[in-house]
């Protein structure tokens, strides 16, 4: 199984900064994604990371918003911008080596946002 | 559009005590993938079982086992002779096949507690 790597582990902001949320994976993977989990709550998929090129975002959600870099197959990066305390959730990357099958899709410890 | 209802939204037991969680799902696909995972305190979402749309057979794991009723839409999980390890949040998932690879919907989740 792979081991997926992201940080920080947890972070304090404040309303109106950004924070950036890396995650890597131990070996190469076809897809990854990008969750957020709000308190007490399920997980919702915010976007699907594409290598080299734009994410592809799910409705309700925006680039502009939350910006996301994919530069190679094991890396990946989640911005949230311009924070607000409705942003406070943990968010979790993911990933699965298959593609065009649907297969076992590992996941990160997760990265718990708080906003002040 | 694909749903995952868990409808117990918090089970508490006592050591030792059986325990199933519900998931109903809703597809109008016909290959679909149904999923389980556990989310411990800790945050992370461990994979517990992956099971294809043509595939009844329950499975057992241990003291984990499935039941898969296509007939009625629904996935249950059973857990045997609980232990208080076996507390967490339990995720039921489903994948279309037809998704661009490996996108899960998530239920509600339902978190189990179990007392020594």
């Known amino acids: 199984s792979a081991v997926i790597s992201q940080k920080p582990s947890r972070d304090i902001c404040q309303r109106g900064t950004s924070l950036t949320i890396q995650c890597q994976v131990d070996?190469?993977?076809?897809?990854m994604f990008w969750y957020r989990q709000q308190p007490g709550q399920s997980l919702t998929l915010i976007a699907t990371?594409?290598?080299?090129?734009?994410?592809?975002?799910e409705s309700g959600f925006v680039i502009d918003k939350f910006p996301i870099s994919r530069p190679n197959l094991t890396f990946s990066t989640l911005t949230v911008s311009n924070m607000s305390p409705e942003d406070s959730s943990i968010y979790l990357c993911?990933?699965?080596?298959?593609?065009?099958?649907?297969?076992?899709?590992?996941f990160g410890e997760g990265s718990r946002l708080t906003v002040l | 559009a694909q749903k995952v209802t868990q409808a117990q939204t918090e089970i508490s037991v006592v050591e030792k005590e059986d325990v199933t969680l519900d998931c109903v799902y809703e597809?109008?696909?016909?290959?679909?993938?149904l999923f389980w995972y556990k989310q411990p305190p800790s945050g992370e979402l461990v994979f517990l079982i992956r099971?294809?749309?043509?595939?009844?057979q329950n499975e057992i794991s241990g003291r984990y086992s499935w039941n898969f009723q296509k007939s009625t839409s629904s996935f249950n999980f059973t857990i045997t002779a609980s232990q208080v390890v076996d507390s967490a949040v339990y995720f039921c998932?489903?994948?279309?096949?037809?998704?661009?690879?490996?996108?899960?919907?998530f239920g509600g989740g339902t978190r189990l507690m179990v007392k020594p």
């Open positions: 993911s990933g699965s080596r298959d593609r065009g099958s649907v297969g076992e899709l590992f």
């Open positions: 070996s190469q993977v076809t897809m």
């Open positions: 990371a594409n290598q080299g090129s734009e994410a592809t975002y």
């Open positions: 597809t109008r696909d016909t290959t679909y993938y």
């Open positions: 099971r294809n749309s043509f595939d009844e």
């Open positions: 998932a489903l994948s279309e096949v037809g998704n661009a690879g490996n996108m899960l919907t």
